[in-house]
């Protein structure tokens, strides 16, 4: 599996962003890619720098809606997995999602966030309804992939569903600032969970100044024994690629040993221990 990852600024113009995206997208589909993979909230700015209001809340679209169309269009025409994150609405209620396209234009599902923050400049409280589409695995054309969306990857039990849902890749749609995190933690983090789990892991980052942040870029991914495979670099519009064998999946540590000696029978009391 070759994978993009796409690390773009946005401008204060989403129908420029979104161009631009599709262009990026469409450079690396010729360049092998195969499956696509686009930051948090790529097509407009952070919203969440600044506390919610019914303006920005208005931004919120549809799934499938307008932005799906059009890379659902280039999914079919370019034969590639294409996995976006977009402020959705739904139900009167907004998400931070990911629809995951396969290659033949279908939209396999969505991922919604499910732990939302709220500190400042991510005033995410204000913008986001906690997901309730469960923790999914997508059966790609490509292979088995995950999504954990920004701030759930920094829960063990959202990553470790992910390996027992069988997935062989999890992506992870980012918004992180620069000097947001301690040197190396950034990546270490994702480090440990492809080699406790068995799976790759590929983190697409946004980049830029916008009003209150600068977003770090610094995309990067990890195979299944935990070491860094291809890293952007920081503060740049650019495009990650990097192969993926996905028999490492199958051969990892997590994959022969760890999972198969789980004891998931005594973790719901120790998670939930009896008052």
């Known amino acids: 599996m070759k994978i993009a990852l796409i690390q773009q600024h946005a401008s204060i113009d989403p129908e420029a962003n ?21 930051a948090e909230l790529a097509f407009d700015r952070f919203l969440p720098q600044v506390q919610a209001t019914p303006e920005l809340l208005s931004r919120a679209e549809s799934i499938p809606g307008p932005t799906t169309d059009l890379f659902r269009e280039l999914a079919i025409d370019k034969q ?16 931070d999602s990911s629809p995951v396209i396969d290659a033949d234009g279908t939209i396999l599902g969505v991922t919604r966030m499910v732990h939302i ?24 054309r490509y292979g088995k992939i995950g999504v954990a969306i920004c ?29 947001e995190w301690p040197d190396g933690l950034y990546e270490a983090e994702l480090q440990v969970a492809a080699f406790q789990n068995g799976y ?34 920081e503060g740049t519009d650019e495009i990650l690629y990097c192969d993926l064998d996905l028999g490492q999946v199958a051969q990892s540590h997590a994959r022969k040993l760890f999972m198969r000696d789980r004891r998931p029978e005594l973790y719901e009391d120790w998670l939930n221990p009896k008052r």
Do not use: K
């Open 80 to 95: 590639v997995v294409i996995i976006l994150n977009i402020f959705e609405l739904a139900g009167g209620l907004t998400f």
């Open 117 to 140: 923050t709220e500190y400042e400049y991510f005033h995410e409280q204000g913008f986001y309804t906690p997901g309730d589409n469960g923790i999914v695995v997508f059966n790609t």
């Open 18 to 38: 979104l161009q631009r995206g599709l262009e990026a997208a469409r450079q690396a589909a010729d360049q092998g890619a195969q499956v696509i993979c686009f």
């Open 200 to 233: 790759f892991t590929a983190l697409c980052n946004r980049v830029g100044d916008e009003e209150n942040l600068a977003f770090a870029g610094e995309s990067f991914v990890c195979g299944p024994n935990g070491r860094v495979l291809a890293r952007a670099a």
């Open 151 to 179: 701030y759930d990857r920094h829960y063990p039990e959202y990553m470790r569903a992910l390996a027992v849902a069988g997935a062989e890749l999890v992506v992870v749609p980012q918004a992180g600032s620069v000097g």
